[in-house]
Nanobody
Framework: QVQLLESGGGSVQAGGSLRLSCVASGYTPSNYYMGWFRQAPGKEREGVVS????????YYADSVKGRFTISRDNAKNMLYLQMSSLKPEDTAMYFC?????????????????WGQGTQVTVSS
């Protein structure tokens, strides 16, 4: 059974930083995509960034390029999202996802496994 558990969300002022973590278990294929998505109230879930476990290639949404960094600790089955220069428009529930073979396109439909999410709130 695949399980994903996010942590690290919270409230921060604009310009601040947060680091999200996701621990994954139960998924053991060799090469696939993991990613972070977010959903703001009243909006559709959108892809933030994905990483290919086979080589570490990353794919960022334009809205977060230069501010967010995805990383992975294979030994610990951990996925991280370092968020800097946060803006009020980054406020959303952030979800960790895994299992995609088409993750470079950042489409949620390509990710079969999801965590419950962690809330990020950025105040101006």
């Amino acid at each position: 059974q695949v399980q994903l558990l996010e942590s690290g969300g919270g409230s921060v002022q604009a310009g601040g930083s947060l680091r999200l973590s996701c621990v994954a278990s139960g998924y053991t294929p060799s090469n696939y995509y993991m990613g972070w998505f977010r959903q703001a109230p009243g909006k559709e879930r959108e892809g933030v960034v994905s990483i290919y476990t086979g080589g570490g290639t990353t794919y960022y949404a334009d809205s977060v390029k230069g501010r967010f960094t995805i990383s992975r600790d294979n030994a610990k089955n951990m996925l991280y999202l370092q968020m800097s220069s946060l803006k009020p428009e980054d406020t959303a529930m952030y979800f960790c996802a895994t299992g995609s073979t088409l993750g470079s396109c950042l489409r949620q439909g390509t990710f079969p496994y999801w965590g419950q999410g962690t809330q990020v709130t950025v105040s101006s």
